[in-house]
């Protein structure tokens, strides 16, 4: 939290005359979104700026023109929590909300987050999830087990393009593990927009979300 008020104050030179956020960022999308994107926590210069998940960075760059090629927003880009970006059908969250250094959450602050996350999974009864990288794979498999899905043992690993469908008494839900959209991977090609648009559209299509 100190770190997080602490770039808001001292701001990044690029955005020297923009009020930073600098406060907890919460989920974007309708209450019920019958698809979930998780990724791992808000960015410091993002979402810590702008007050909106992946918003204002180069990650929600290539997030939400993916998002729109395959039909889940009213636009292409996300510059700030004003400029009319809407989303059809889909919540994006994080298991951490507060910007933390060097994007790196700690044990410690999943912990003291997971509550706002298993709020929104009990409140969402998603029918499918998009998981943007391992970390917030291994962070939100047991908010899914406390909600009543069954997750079984071993876990199911983290992969770029796997599914796993679940059970549970809420109904199933279709997870999918889908690299995350960070400039390590996009700048490298790890991640492309194809291979990222195909897992967006085989959720929205595992959640019965209608285009």
């Not at 020297?16 to 791992?40: K, M, S, T």
């Not at 880009?77 to 059908?89: I, K, P, S």
């Not at 839900?173 to 991640?191: D, I, K």
Request: proline share 9%; hydrophobic share 40%.
């Amino acid at each position: 939290m100190a770190w997080r008020e602490k770039v808001a104050v001292e701001k990044r030179a690029a955005y020297r005359d923009e009020e930073y956020w600098g406060r907890p960022v919460p989920g974007i999308g309708p209450a019920d979104a019958r698809l979930l994107v998780v990724g791992l926590a808000p960015a410091a210069h993002g979402g810590n700026r702008t007050g909106r998940m992946f918003t204002g960075d180069r990650s929600g760059d290539v997030l939400y023109a993916a998002m729109h090629a395959v039909g889940l927003t009213n636009q292409p880009t996300a510059v700030h929590r004003d400029d009319g970006l809407e989303l059809f059908g889909t919540r994006i969250t994080a298991p951490v909300h507060c910007a933390p250094p060097d994007n790196k959450p700690t044990p410690q602050e999943r912990d003291t987050c997971g509550r706002w996350l298993r709020a929104e999974v009990a409140l969402l009864a998603p029918r499918a999830v998009v998981v943007l990288g391992g970390w917030g794979w291994q962070a939100l498999l047991p908010v899914l087990a406390d909600a009543g899905w069954a997750v079984p043992r071993p876990r199911p690993r983290f992969g770029h393009g796997v599914r796993y469908d679940l059970d549970g008494v809420r109904g199933p839900l279709a997870l999918f593990g889908c690299y995350h959209v960070s400039q390590q991977n996009t700048f490298t090609g790890r991640l492309t927009p194809a291979m990222l648009e195909e897992v967006l559209r085989r959720a929205a299509e595992a959640a019965g979300i209608p285009f």
